[in-house]
């Protein structure tokens, strides 16, 4: 596979030798402070694995056509699936860097009958320059180097093809406004503590959460999904002073570098409605390092928000990254209390994880509350906050509005349900109460 992709390089490097030349009138303007820019495919492996050589060519042409038709540019060298450039861009190059991750995160490359989004990599920095004939590739070597090393080629190519698939359904469904989101409380004795933003896609042929998820977090698209969430949420925290919400981003977003920094400023901007964002950091997928997890924890943190650990005690979690990130809020995964009613050791296991969260954060949320004797149970073992069925049933309206317009409700885990208002839940029959999972 190596010598194959090192073949393609040559070829491709040959094919585009020309178009690589200085552009004198390009050179001209580049006192007009430019941006020297390094791209780097990141999935350009798995797509030649995948899809095939001339699919791996169709991904760099894109990349340059995208990187070209936004700005003036200088090509200084080129491979398959990396391009340094020297540019001349409209607006800040911050702006300019974050327009680019937008459009290959939301537009894919069409080859054959498949749609293959690409995962890329984006490094800039400053210069100026007096003429084309200065820019050396010796300049890009430190923007290399914040790209780590490059991913190898998926094990599977067949489900690869599947997961890419999946992946596109979801983006279209995003574009063509069928991803809805449906809220469902996190609920103490006395209060709700926030409502927690959970994924309904609706359409023929669409996939469940758990699968869409999972193929997002395998194609390296799960990034760009995690920001589009986001911005949904602070969407409804801002426009709304009263609520508190919760969205969950994958372990694999958990890192702080350019992808974050829209959402970063956006919460800078708005610190009241940042104090009321909880992030939910879904261990299905391992995070790149706990270090680096752990300074994007803290860095969310500082603004204000809260951070809460989903599905404790499956996927990936470990009690060692538990403790590294520090969380306001650990939510012990369903499957402890689903068997919690088999056996003595069962229900003794349930206490434990609960009593072992409760060490590592001020909050513990028991997730699949599902009946009384759930709720009673939970309590029963010193849990926090529950969340569940029983609780609240997810909805794709706005139970916190309903919630205020409501007469007050007897206290207890349950009153949510009543205090939320009927108006506020999905039918019976309602097509959205089979799509997808809570949680």
């Known amino acids: 596979m190596a010598e194959r992709m090192a073949d393609m390089a040559a070829r491709f490097t040959t094919i585009g030798a020309e178009a690589a030349h200085p552009d004198d009138s390009v050179a001209s303007v580049f006192h007009c402070a430019p941006i020297l820019i390094a791209l780097r495919i990141d999935n350009i492996r798995s797509i030649a694995k995948a899809y095939g050589e001339a699919a791996a060519l169709a991904a760099q042409q894109h ?56 995962t890329v990599s984006i490094a800039w920095s400053a210069a100026t320059f007096t003429s084309g004939a200065d820019i050396s590739p010796a300049g890009f070597a430190a923007l290399h180097d914040a790209f780590g090393a490059p991913l190898p080629a998926c094990p599977d190519a067949a489900r690869y093809r599947r997961d890419m698939a999946t992946a596109a359904q979801v983006f279209t469904a995003v574009a063509e406004g069928r991803l809805f989101p449906a809220w469902q409380a996190v609920s103490g004795e006395d209060e709700i503590l926030y409502h927690e933003c959970l994924l309904r896609l609706v359409g023929d042929d669409t996939p469940t959460v758990s699968d869409a998820v999972a193929a997002l977090e395998r194609t390296g698209l799960v990034r760009a999904f995690d920001q589009i969430m986001l911005s949904l949420v602070l969407d409804e925290l801002e426009a709304d002073s009263a609520a508190r919400l919760g969205v969950n981003i994958s372990a694999a977003s958990a890192l702080l570098d350019p992808w974050w920094d829209d959402a970063l400023a956006r919460l800078r901007a708005n610190p009241a409605a940042t104090r009321r964002l909880v992030v939910e950091i879904t261990e299905t997928a391992a995070f790149p390092s706990i270090s680096s997890a752990a300074r994007f924890t803290s860095a969310l943190r500082e ?49 434990h994880m609960i009593g072992l969260a409760g060490t590592m954060a001020a909050g513990v949320i028991v997730e699949g509350v599902e009946t009384e004797a759930d709720s009673r149970l939970v309590a029963s073992l010193g ?48 097509p959205y109460r089979s799509i997808g999972l809570s949680g």
């Open 303 to 351: 603004l204000g928000c809260r951070i809460a650990i989903d599905d404790f005690g499956m996927g990936f979690s470990s009690v060692r990254s538990v403790l590294a990130l520090s969380p306001d809020y650990v939510k012990v995964d369903a499957f402890f209390l689903r068997r919690a009613g088999q056996s003595a050791r069962c229900r003794n296991a349930l206490a």
């Open 63 to 118: 990349l340059e056509s995208t990187v070209s038709g936004r700005a003036t540019t200088h090509v200084v060298d080129r491979a398959l699936g990396r391009l340094d450039a020297a540019l001349v861009v409209p607006g800040s190059p911050e702006h300019f860097t974050q327009q680019l991750r937008s459009v290959f995160a939301r537009s894919p490359i069409r080859y054959l009958d498949d749609s293959i989004f690409l």
């Open 383 to 430: 849990a926090d906050w529950q969340q569940g069925h029983y609780i609240h049933f997810p909805s794709t309206l706005r139970p916190w509005i309903a919630r205020r317009n409501a007469p007050a409700a007897a206290s207890g885990f349950a009153s949510t349900m009543t205090a939320s208002g009927g108006a506020a839940f999905l039918p019976a029959n309602s």
